[in-house]
């Protein structure tokens, strides 16, 4: 299985014969100039939530590559409004079985409106029972005690946001990673915008100090989980 960042919370994952894409934005991010957005082709597209740091690119990489959407029902409801059919909607609590896994919707503590001020329903985060790995993408999300609720889950990786103003930073995201009992981070939301800038060597030492592996990869660079 693997992993590539895009910048952002922008991250697609290649599971078996199936590519993921989450929340996708990248025209909007000077960090991802040289990404082509053109060039994604994802079978299934995961939206946390509906700020355009999220969807930006949402209807365009789905119109170019026909993904299923996988969403809040209220930002499903927003898609279809949008002429976009192939969506599937949840809500928080629900799994279902989609043919490259398992995907449950989980709590995360934020706010979610459209970029055209629709409402966009609750926040989300996602586990993923995928072949061989759970994986959890926690959104943008505050550290909440509802993460608690995932340590017996296995979870192999998680995706958490560091960048602090807008959501959990590093302190609060190793405390999650201890909720949770995942060792394994990969960083996300962060140095997209002045308020979210981080210090990268400040941060790993205090994931290495935590016993934590935290992963910061490079924006187009892809990991193996
Ligand atoms: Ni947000
Ligand atoms: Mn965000």
């Not at 299985?1 to 991010?29: C, H, R």
Request: proline share 4%; hydrophobic share 40%.
């Amino acid at each position: 299985m693997k992993t590539t960042y895009y910048g952002q919370s922008t991250v697609a994952i290649e599971t078996g014969d199936f590519k993921l894409l989450f929340d996708p934005f990248i025209t909007y991010n000077p960090l991802a100039k040289d990404i082509d957005v053109k060039s994604f082709k994802p079978d299934y597209i995961l939206v946390s939530h509906g700020h355009g740091d999220h969807v930006a690119d949402l209807i365009e990489v789905q119109k170019n590559s026909g993904a299923k959407v996988i969403c809040i029902a209220e930002i499903a409801n927003w898609l279809n409004g949008k002429g976009v059919e192939n969506v599937h909607g949840m809500n928080i609590g629900g799994a279902f079985n989609f043919e490259f896994g398992r995907v449950k919707m989980v709590n995360a503590v934020h706010s979610s409106t459209m970029p055209d001020g629709a409402p966009g329903g609750n926040p989300a985060g996602f586990v993923l029972y995928l072949p061989g790995k759970t994986l959890y993408f926690a959104g943008d999300t505050a550290l909440t005690y509802d993460m608690k609720l995932l340590e017996d889950e296995n979870i192999d990786w998680a995706y958490l946001p560091i960048g602090d103003n807008y959501t959990m930073g590093a302190d609060d995201a190793i405390k999650a990673a201890a909720f949770i009992n995942c060792k394994n981070i990969i960083g996300v939301h962060y140095d997209s915008f002045e308020v979210i800038k981080i210090d990268k060597d400040e941060v790993r030492e205090k994931f290495i100090k935590a016993g934590l592996n935290l992963k910061l990869p490079a924006i187009g660079e892809t990991i193996d989980l």
